[in-house]
């Protein structure tokens, strides 16, 4: 019968049309070509195909004539009676493997062996099994060896390389050239100088396999010097698999240096202001500290130095720049010392620090030893104002820093260029004003007042029956928490636990446009409807006067006369004014239509009805009760979806809250 060695022998003895049913025809634009496409349609490797040129193509002229290869492709097989196919072996004897499980993790596994040709020779390999794993036989490298068409090798180092199996590589013969069965490469550069690419083409039967020396002389000739990767070069040559291209040199990206920055010891950021909740649902706004104060001397900040960069290189060694980073300084207010080397501030003064626009600033604070009252009268204050008791009816604190109320305010105004801060929440009668020019507004309910905020207004135990704007976000997320009645305004977002009440008490929601905005529509309105009546009038007497004065031959009275002039300045006055008007409405209209779709409306609990919701220019009015629920704009229609809890944004511009429930 015959062996593996008798049928490799007898190879190229078979005659050329003698094909099987295994034979397949290609055509291709070169042999090479139709061997890859042959190899992939029959899956086997390029080594177990032969092949006859029928046809030889030719490239013609401009495209024109054009011939493809016609080549006829038979897979080499085996007695199947006495062997396995091929690949078979390759799979048993020479490092096949079960899918996504290595070798090396298997408990029991079979020896491997690899046989590789390269310009100093044949070396085999031979690694011994695992556990219970068989292992390599001499007749199953043998037979490889007939299979790469080796036909001169040293049996007997053969015989000791597989007895050894120590992973060793052993010289079992000598190469000798044949180009045609040769392995070769390519160097691919990017075009950025950055990586360098090299694609292999297998060899076939005792074709040689490049060299870590062949790979190193064609990345030189390819003009690359550095960043070469010689483990990974070694690694991939001796895994022979060249389905994938090796990335064989990579140039270093330049690293551009960080920029400069001030690092603030004091707390500017109030995004991890937290509201907590006893186990009734209460708030304790005594641990708040939303106001800092510092001493003389105190460290406010320090500026920490831009880094150099760090210059990057091709591989061909040209040198990529990289930039240094920029500079920053301190700004600082006063009640702040700035070093002489401009690194560190310094608090001047005992005070609240104050951060607006940037600008670090230590601000002195009024302390109001107990309610603002008769006592007391009204406060106006340059920095920062604490009471410790609470602001009575009828009465006003200023300040152009922060304002902190320990007790209550009542019906009274407060305003401050930076935040207030009210621990015992606003019951306002229906006429008490609590406005922040630049900042947020932070009380633990709020009813029957009006509130105005640049930023944010939070209220964790709910607002009723109170007109708010909130330049942001309003938020009323406690645990008894809701927004029932009034008018309630934000640029982007409401959120609160209830909204409305069961009652049906009518609640008016705006957002997706800042109230300042909606406040400058509402006083135009109202003066183009003003100027309108004004001018009606004014155009009726003018005619009354007219006829008269036309009746009466083109005379008038001379009272009348001035009259009919007074009115007549006044009317164009007042045209002039109200086309003015209307143009600004119309302005202001027309971009409120090009905002963006933004704004959000959000219950966790219940939505109820009597709540209207209006985002932009489209409305919702609810009619039955929505749970868990959030109203956005989708196009030109308000979308109703699930909850969705507050998202508070980072930032010094930015106040943020975040109310934590005990369980």
């Known amino acids: 019968m015959a062996n593996l060695k008798d049928l490799f022998m007898q190879i190229d003895d078979n005659p050329a049309g003698d094909y099987d049913d295994s034979s397949i025809e290609v055509y291709a634009d070169s042999v090479k070509q139709a ?119 040293d049996r007997d180092a053969v015989g000791k390389a597989v007895k050894k199996s120590d992973g060793e590589r052993v010289k079992i013969g000598e190469w000798l050239p044949n180009p045609n069965y040769d392995g070769s490469m390519r160097v691919e550069v990017t075009e950025d100088e950055m990586k360098a690419f090299i694609y292999f083409n297998t060899p076939r039967f005792n074709g040689r396999h490049m060299d870590y020396d062949d790979v190193i002389d064609a990345l030189r000739n390819a003009g690359v010097v550095t960043g070469i990767k010689e483990d990974d070069i070694k690694d991939y040559l001796e895994e022979m698999d060249y389905r994938r291209p090796l990335l064989a040199s990579e140039g270093q990206y330049p690293r551009n240096g960080r920029d400069s920055y001030v690092d603030y010891k004091v707390r500017i950021d109030k995004s991890k202001t937290q509201f907590e909740e006893d186990d009734s649902g209460k708030v304790d706004f005594r641990n708040l500290e939303l106001l800092e104060n510092v001493v003389v001397g105190q460290l406010l900040a320090v500026k920490v130095p831009a880094e150099e960069g760090i210059p990057g290189r091709t591989i061909t060694n040209r040198v990529i720049p990289a930039k240094t ?34 600008r670090i600033s230590v601000e002195p604070v009024f302390i109001v030893p107990g309610d603002v009252s008769l006592e007391t009268g009204n406060i106006v204050f340059l920095g920062s104002v604490i009471v410790q008791g609470s602001v009575q009816d009828n009465f006003e604190v200023k300040a152009a820093g922060n304002v902190e109320v320990k007790g209550t305010v009542q019906k009274a105004f407060i305003e401050a260029e930076g935040d207030i801060v009210v621990h015992q929440g606003i019951s306002g009668k229906d006429e008490a004003r609590v406005e922040s020019t630049g900042g947020s507004i932070f009380a633990k309910f709020v009813q ?216």
């Not at 006063?334 to 626009?357: P, R």
């Open 35 to 153: 061997l890859e496409l042959a190899a992939r349609e029959l899956d086997v490797d390029l080594s177990q195909l032969d092949y006859e040129v029928v046809e030889k193509g030719t490239k013609g002229f401009l495209g024109f004539g054009r011939l493809p290869y016609r080549v006829i492709i038979t897979p080499l097989r085996m007695d199947t009676s006495e062997h396995h196919d091929l690949e078979e072996l390759d799979a048993k004897f020479s490092g096949g493997h079960i899918p996504g499980i290595s070798v090396d993790e298997r408990k029991d596994s079979d020896g491997t062996y690899k046989v590789r040709v390269t310009k100093s020779g044949i070396w085999l390999t031979v690694k011994a099994p695992k556990g219970k794993g068989a292992k390599v036989a001499v007749e199953s490298v043998e037979n490889k060896c007939y299979e790469m068409r080796i036909s001169t090798f």
């Open 325 to 358: 980073g920029k500079d920053t300084a301190i700004k600082f207010g006063k009640g702040t010392i700035l070093s002489e080397d401009g690194t560190e501030l310094t608090a001047e003064i005992n005070g609240q620090v104050v951060y607006k626009v940037g």
């Open 448 to 663: 029957n007042s009006n509130l105005v905020a640049e930023k944010n207004v939070v209220v964790p135990e709910g607002i009723l029956h109170s007109r708010i704007d909130a330049g942001e976000k309003i938020y009323s997320v406690g645990r008894r928490a809701k927004i029932a009645g009034g008018i309630i305004r934000a640029g982007d977002e409401v959120n609160a636990r209830f909204l409305g009440a069961e009652g049906a008490t009518k609640t008016v929601i705006r957002v997706g446009v800042n109230p300042k905005i909606l406040q400058q529509v509402d006083e135009l309105s109202r003066a183009k409807t003003e100027l309108e009546t004004e001018l009606t009038t004014l155009r009726l007497d003018l005619k009354t006067l007219t006829t008269q004065k036309r009746n009466a031959g083109g005379k008038l009275a001379e009272d009348k006369e001035k009259l009919l002039a007074d009115l007549t300045a006044r009317e164009e006055k007042q045209g002039a004014r109200f086309e003015e008007v209307a143009g600004e409405l119309e302005e202001l209209t027309s971009y409120i239509g090009m905002l963006e779709h933004k704004g959000k409306v959000c219950a966790e609990k219940v939505a109820y009805p009597g709540v209207e919701v209006y985002i932009k220019d489209k409305d919702f009015k609810i009619k039955d009760n929505y749970t868990h629920v959030k109203f956005s704009l989708d196009g030109e229609d308000i979308h109703i979806s699930d909850y969705e809890p507050p998202e508070f944004v980072e930032g010094s511009q930015r106040i943020s809250t975040l109310v934590r429930r005990r369980t």
